[in-house]
């Protein structure tokens, strides 16, 4: 049985049909919900969160996981294109107006932080491990402390009352692009490149890679994606502050990171929707309305005593269950495999010509 | 024709000197060994012909063109390959992305075709996977072309590093002791493999290597350093009875 459903999965991701149709119904589907309410709003939130944290963990993964570095300065990223866009749509673009305006105002937080993550590639020439991973935490407190003393975007108390311009369909929109172009970059030579210097940097010098161009290629990438994800968040919270963009925050998108496994795009989104849904189920109000249809001699106390206090708990819950992966599932969900979906057509036919025993090196359901 | 020139070589590490006065001329199409005992410089050489060492004094000509200086990685786009003492494969990669990995200077798309997989990506890309097929082909790991590089047994990831290397289609091969723990038989094999690649290739080869049935059998010329010093240079009858090398080197007893 199981076996035949596999056939004919395998059957139907090899239809060329299969991704524009899914891409045609995610996106028919991210402006009917929106138009007709079918989910309630506070649904939708989750949902668009969900979409910015994958294009989070999905770009940090290219620096942590393809690479192999270990960057801590994803939030700071964010924080530069919450900043850039936010002060566009706030003080030059007249949005309003022209709705249109609001993806250029997006996409010129994202190159904001190209051009910083520049300036973090710049020591990796030199430096990498626990060193790259103390500057790059540098470079985060740097970011943070300079929004802190300009006064003129708010300093401390940052930007309240943006508009909220972040949609659904805005949000499928960037995720799909950033996550296609991400995983075009991987399955190019310059992802070759990344993967060859985590494998054996030298040997990969030697062999051709231009290390020092592929590792600029690759923070400049990561840092545009997280900069729009940041430009997104900022939109959507309608409040920015530097508080937000702090080591938490990095944190968060690590943790999204390493439990859906590293070098994987399929584990990246598992990683960020799990994280997303899951911290957003430990809030006491989620909690108490999922289990609200317990009789109330079960409920009442279970509300006093736990629900309540989830509050303090959900900080408790998600560092354990990050500390019982890494250490019963370190490689993550699906840590070094991909799923076939996003493998492109020509990568996977050149792994299998002539294979006596067909099979994927990066099948999932191959290998255990 | 001179394809390789170096004068005069020089290289300390801290005050060691490991390389020193070194000097070689390699012809088009010729297969010189370079042979001596643990320590002599001999892996130093190569690291400085590909550019991991900067030499400190001399010159190195490849074609014309000065390699000091370079980078690692724009001497190999000259066409300068390499294998390594102890294998140094992509371990968690696939045997068809460790040879494809090399062909990264040949690949001519900007990031841009290569975000967006349009342009000159489809045909390179094509053409990258057709000359690793071809190369894995060759050495008969085409089957193997899926399976990471580690789980290859230790014979044929030593076969794949040479893949790697001619995969930067090179006009000059280094091959450092590529007969590393290979027992008398596969010696024989991998010998028949050098020269037949080297016609096949049209290769100009410079190799590193204890077993001296394999330099003596097959190289045109020999190179002996100890400690950073050329001893000698000739054919193997040469080196074979040469008084210093036979002292240094060899000991009182004669080999081979």
């Known amino acids: 049985m199981i076996t035949l459903l596999r056939e004919q999965w395998d059957l139907l991701l090899e239809k060329r049909w299969l991704v524009p149709v899914l891409l045609i119904i995610g996106f028919g589907l991210a402006f009917v919900i929106p138009e007709f309410n079918l989910l309630s709003v506070y ?64 996409l010129a937080g994202g190159l904001a932080a190209a051009l910083l993550g520049m300036l973090v590639a710049i020591p990796s020439f030199k430096v990498r491990g626990d060193y790259l991973a103390i500057i790059t935490l540098a470079f985060l407190m740097i970011v943070k402390s300079m929004i802190e003393n300009i006064d003129f975007i708010g300093g401390p108390r940052g930007i309240p009352g ?73 939109h959507l919270l309608q409040f920015i502050s530097p508080r937000i963009f702090d080591i938490s925050k990095s944190t968060d998108i690590l943790i999204m990171v390493y439990l859906g496994g590293i070098a994987s795009i399929g584990g990246s989104i598992l990683g960020a929707t799990l994280f997303t ?10 909690m108490a309305a999922l289990l609200s249809w317990l009789p109330s001699f079960v409920f009442d ?52 010509l002539n294979n006596p025993h067909g099979e994927d090196p990066h099948d999932i359901t191959n290998r255990h | 024709m001179t394809l390789l020139t170096a004068t005069k070589v020089g290289h300390q590490f801290g005050g060691l000197c490991a390389v020193a006065d070194f000097n070689l001329k390699l012809h088009y199409g010729d297969l010189m060994g370079i042979i001596g005992p643990n320590g002599a410089g001999k892996t130093t050489v190569f690291n400085l012909i590909t550019g991991v060492y900067r030499a400190s004094e001399g010159s190195i000509h490849f074609k014309g063109t000065e390699l000091v200086g370079k980078k690692p990685n724009q001497i190999a786009a000259l066409h300068i390959g390499r294998t390594f003492q102890n ?9 068809l992305d460790n040879v494809r990995i090399a062909h990264h200077a040949q690949a001519s798309y900007t990031p841009l075709e290569g975000l967006l997989h349009l342009g000159r990506y489809r045909r390179e890309e094509q053409r990258i996977i057709d000359n690793s097929r071809l190369l894995l082909a060759i050495f008969k790991l085409e089957h193997l072309a899926g399976e990471t590089a580690k ?16 995969a930067i289609s090179p006009e000059l091969l280094l091959l450092d002791e590529p007969a590393a723990g290979m027992n008398p038989n596969e010696i024989d094999q991998l010998m028949d493999l050098i020269q ?11 190799l590193i290597e204890h077993q001296m049935k394999l330099v003596m059998g097959i190289c045109e010329r020999i190179k002996v350093l100890d400690f950073g010093v050329t001893l000698a240079e000739g054919p193997p009858k040469m080196i074979q009875n040469h008084p210093r090398v036979l002292e240094a080197y060899l000991g009182e007893i004669p080999v081979v």
């Open chain 1, 162 to 234: 943006i508009m909220k311009l972040t949609t659904l369909p805005w949000v499928f929109f960037w995720t799909v692009t950033l996550v296609w172009m991400i995983r075009n970059f991987i399955y190019s030579k310059y992802g070759r490149g990344v993967l060859s210097i985590r494998e054996d940097e030298i040997a990969s010098d030697l062999m051709s890679v231009n290390t020092q161009q592929v590792k600029l290629f690759a923070f400049m990438l990561s840092s545009f994606c997280a900069g729009i994800a940041g430009a997104l968040f900022a």
């Open chain 1, 43 to 106: 649904v939708q939130l989750i949902l668009m969160y969900v979409g910015i944290n994958i294009i989070l963990a999905v770009s940090l993964n290219l620096v942590n996981g393809y690479m192999g570095e270990f960057s801590l300065a994803h939030a700071g990223f964010m924080a530069v294109g919450a900043y850039t866009a936010v002060l566009l749509t706030m003080k030059v673009l007249p949005v309003t107006d022209f709705p249109l305006l609001f993806p250029c105002a997006v």
């Open chain 1, 277 to 286: 849904v899951l911290l957003e189920l430990l809030r006491p109000s989620t």
């Open chain 2, 87 to 95: 294998i140094r494969l992509f371990r968690d990669l696939s045997v």
């Open chain 2, 151 to 166: 789980n290859l047994p230790y014979g044929l990831q030593r076969r794949l590093e040479i893949a790697r290397a001619l």
């Open chain 1, 301 to 352: 106390p279970l509300n006093e005593h736990f629900i309540s206090h989830l509050g303090v708990w959900r900080m408790v819950i998600m560092p354990l269950a990050l500390i019982l992966v890494m250490l019963y599932w370190p490689r993550g969900i699906m840590g070094l495999r991909e799923f076939r979906g996003f493998i492109p057509r020509r990568d996977r036919e050149a792994h299998h």
């Open chain 2, 196 to 206: 037949w690649i080297r016609q096949e290739f049209k290769l100009t080869i410079l």
